[in-house]
């Protein structure tokens, strides 16, 4: 990959990671504690573990896109950008485009999609 496609690439990791991190998601808490008023009331109860279960779901998909994007960045440091983690072809431009802390060519990633469906289906 040339020294500008790489540059970037670098930018828009870059800029991802400050978009995770201007949100302060990560940082936040209070949406994971439960109000004494919800507390008597089962349908509020209910409503707030959903939500509370909804929020750390986005926030674990947001650390787990943090971490890969930091990845990416140490990766173009390395001068191993760009590459699937499983066959080390390149990963097209337009996949790069669009998810730029992308791990796997698009073969391997729908690959792995079937695989974890079926341990899902299987549990």
Not at 33 to 54: F, K, N, P, R, V
Not at 74 to 85: F, L, P, V
Not at 91 to 99: H, S, T, V, W
Request: aromatic share 4%; hydrophobic share 30%; proline share 1%.
């Amino acid at each position: 990959m040339e020294k500008k496609q790489l540059e970037h690439y670098k930018q828009l990791l870059l800029k991802h990671r400050q978009q995770i991190l201007n949100v302060g998601l990560l940082n936040k808490s209070d949406d994971l504690l439960i109000s004494e008023e919800d507390l008597s009331d089962e349908t509020d109860l209910a409503s707030s573990l959903i939500q509370q279960q909804l929020n750390c779901t986005i926030r674990d998909r947001e650390y787990s896109k943090l971490r890969r994007i930091d990845s990416a960045l140490d990766k173009i440091n390395e001068g191993s950008y760009g590459h699937c983690e499983e066959c080390e072809e390149e990963i097209g431009l337009k996949r790069l485009e669009n998810q730029p802390w992308a791990e796997l060519c698009i073969q391997h990633a729908e690959e792995r999609e079937r695989e974890e469906s079926q341990i899902y289906r299987q549990a």
